[in-house]
């Protein structure tokens, strides 16, 4: 059987500027919070940084010449703050912003649909040194970084989005320590939470006052079904809180204005909740035009008694009892259970419960083990079976009455992943790290061909 998208069905592919792009010492870049966090023996697997990465910002034109020759319609990546605003606050980089409106103007050439993230976890290391995001300042210098590239990119950028993942870069980053800024401090991440979402508002606004008028701008969450894997009630209280904190907290902030009773008294329990002011929530919850959701696995939780409590913290913060359980499928090379129904749950439930804006799957991909022959060529077999059934959830999900426009895939190119370093491939694209050539994988000829006819077998 084959499954017909509409013919506006957006297809694209999508990075993120400190996994891709290296020359951080080009256009007077300053320090991301991931060089200092990388550099801390142990932080990430095998010593490894962006350093070099896949050197994208000295190769970007034969990447979008790569872009165009897959015929995906749509390209999202994402400004490193710290390239166009080296400490964060003050001096612009002229450089950095000439940097991006080359790559805007080089995909509108390819015609590539640019989709610009302004935030994907390269924090400028002087704003950590001023508090970081459990400070409301930062916060406000989002807004501006928002207003500069709006200025610079909006008369040609339509599709926006402000924050990728707050909650990552809120609780692996300043509660669980496992991300930059490495932080365990579970009452800083409920902070740090806030004031993402209220950058992210701040932000909507900044764009809204810079860029052209038919805009769309969304912010990028990463929700999951949560399975309660046991019949305890404990266990059911254990995914109403993994719920509350991965899910209705982004969802009731953002769409509704209003904190969920229950997140904010397990927050409670670690957090003086001082850092919420009054008019915050009218600003984070300006109206946005679209939303990006990431899926990759659910989420399968149960109750154990001091499970998370830590060292490092719980990512769940005020919830130290609650324990993750491996469902027992096949697995990725991260070690996430395939679930593609997941995708349509988590889609279906935002539309059921949220009357979100058009939505669009903003990232989903896989890493594998990949093998490649002497050519350099990948038969990633996995990881197309892996795509290919989640563009199928995507469209069981339009047949649920789900108002999806668009699915990116995670991601072009093998990357930096965050923690994992290089050890984690998930690229449609394989990356030689020594040589830097690129190879179009198996999957990458598959997706190239869902593009161009909108249809999965
Ligand atoms: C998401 C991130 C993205 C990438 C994928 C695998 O959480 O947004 O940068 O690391 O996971």
Redesign the pocket.
């Known amino acids: 059987m084959t499954r017909k998208f509409p013919a506006d069905f957006l297809w694209g592919v999508a990075t ?1 500027a400190y ?1 891709i792009e290296g020359g951080v010492d080009l256009d007077g870049r300053g320090p991301s919070i991931w060089d200092t966090f990388c550099a801390h023996p142990g932080a990430v697997r095998g010593g490894d940084d962006g350093r070099t990465a896949a050197e994208h910002r000295r190769r970007m034109a034969s990447d979008v010449a790569m872009l165009a020759e897959l015929g995906v319609g749509a390209y999202r990546f994402s400004v490193a703050w710290p390239r166009v605003r080296p400490l964060g606050r003050g001096a612009v980089s002229t450089a950095g912003l000439d940097f991006y409106r080359s790559l805007v103007d080089a995909l509108l050439d390819a015609g590539v649909d640019p989709v610009v993230t302004l935030y ?1 976890w390269d924090l400028p290391q002087a704003l950590e040194d001023a508090g970081g995001w459990p400070a409301r300042a930062t916060a406000e210098r989002f807004g501006e970084f928002a207003s500069l590239v709006g200025a610079a990119l909006g008369d040609r950028v339509r599709r926006w989005s402000t924050v ?2 707050p909650w ?1 870069a809120a609780m692996l980053g300043y509660a669980g320590g496992i991300h930059a800024p490495g932080r365990s401090d579970p009452g800083a991440a409920i902070a740090a939470a806030h004031h993402l979402l209220l950058g992210h508002g701040l932000a909507v606004d900044a764009l809204r006052a810079t860029v052209r008028a038919d805009a769309e701008v969304a912010i990028t969450v ?1 929700p999951y079904p949560v399975i309660a894997a046991g019949e305890r009630e404990v266990d059911i209280d254990a995914a109403r809180r993994v719920d509350g904190v991965a899910n209705r907290l982004w969802y009731d902030l953002v769409l509704l204005g209003r904190y969920p009773d229950d997140v904010l008294a397990d927050f409670a329990t670690v957090s003086d909740l001082a850092h919420i002011r009054d008019g915050d929530l009218a600003m984070i919850s300006r109206p946005i035009d679209a939303i990006g959701v ?1 899926y ?1 696995r659910r989420h399968h939780v149960r109750h154990a008694a001091g499970a998370s409590a830590g060292p490092p913290a719980s990512t769940w913060p005020g919830s130290p009892d609650v324990e993750t359980v491996d469902p027992g499928v096949a697995t990725t090379a991260s070690r996430w259970a395939i679930e593609p129904d997941g995708l349509v749950e988590t889609l279906v439930r935002l539309t059921r419960d949220y009357d979100p804006p058009p939505i669009y799957v903003h ?1 989903n ?1 896989a ?1 594998f083990d990949d093998h490649a022959g002497a050519g350099g060529d990948v038969d990633d077999a996995d990881r197309l079976a892996f795509l290919r059934d989640h563009v199928r959830a995507a469209h069981d999900a339009l047949a649920a009455g789900v108002d999806l426009r668009g699915y990116f895939v ?2 072009l190119l093998d990357n930096f ?2 923690a994992e370093g290089y050890a984690k491939r ?1 690229g449609i694209v394989r990356v030689d790290f020594e040589t830097q050539r690129r190879t179009p994988k198996a999957s990458a000829r598959w997706y190239a061909e869902v593009a161009r006819t909108g249809e999965v077998d």
């Open positions: 993120s996994q994907h990728n993942e990552c990463n990431n990759y990232e991909g890493a995670w991601s992943e965050w998930f």
